[in-house]
């Protein structure tokens, strides 16, 4: 590294840990930070640890929340539940707008090369939560890759016995997008997932 006064080193070096966040990038966040007024630096310095003290798990869906349960599960329909790999997931569903069920994450997926089974995600919690709860249907919403097609598949199997409907998103190609640029699997599943129009 260039050699600066060791504060800004150390620094820089923080946001050099932050996932994406390469050493030029760094050293602007770590410029910005100097360059405001202190209060601007406390401020962002006690946003972090406020988060990091009050932010905790649902204890129904796994979701960041400042309370015991988040605000989708107070308000929701209990009787919907689409599982997702992370809480960022979250996100990305609810600018859908029009679903109103609720969550269930499952802290990652099935992914026997990084000695993740079954038992290391949340999969116990959905099942006890699905008899808890009623659950009519669940949502399998995990990634379309290798990992997340087994995690789907080996949850689909533990639910159907206890006479829930299980589905799955539908993948294949996105709006806006040529055929001519789709992979073979993304076009076998596009013409799986086809519907009647």
Known sequence: M???????ERLIEYFRSLPGVGLKT????????????????ENFANAILDAKNKVKLCRECGNY???????????RNQKIVC???EPKDIISMEKVKSYDGVYHVLFGCINPLENKGPNDIRIKELLSRVQKNGVQEVIMATNPDVEG???????????RPMGVKVTRLAQGISIG?????????????????RQEI
């Open 26 to 41: 760094a050293q602007r966040y770590a410029f910005f930070i100097i360059e405001n007024s202190k209060e601007k630096a």
């Open 83 to 85: 599982v997702v790999q």
């Open 2 to 8: 260039e050699n600066f006064e060791e504060p800004i």
């Open 177 to 193: 997008s040529d055929i001519e640029f789709a992979d073979e699997v993304t076009l076998e599943k596009a013409l799986k997932s």
């Open 65 to 75: 929340c400042a309370q015991d349960v988040c605000k989708i599960c107070e308000r």
């Open 149 to 159: 097609e087994a995690t789907a598949m080996y949850i689909a199997k533990l639910l």
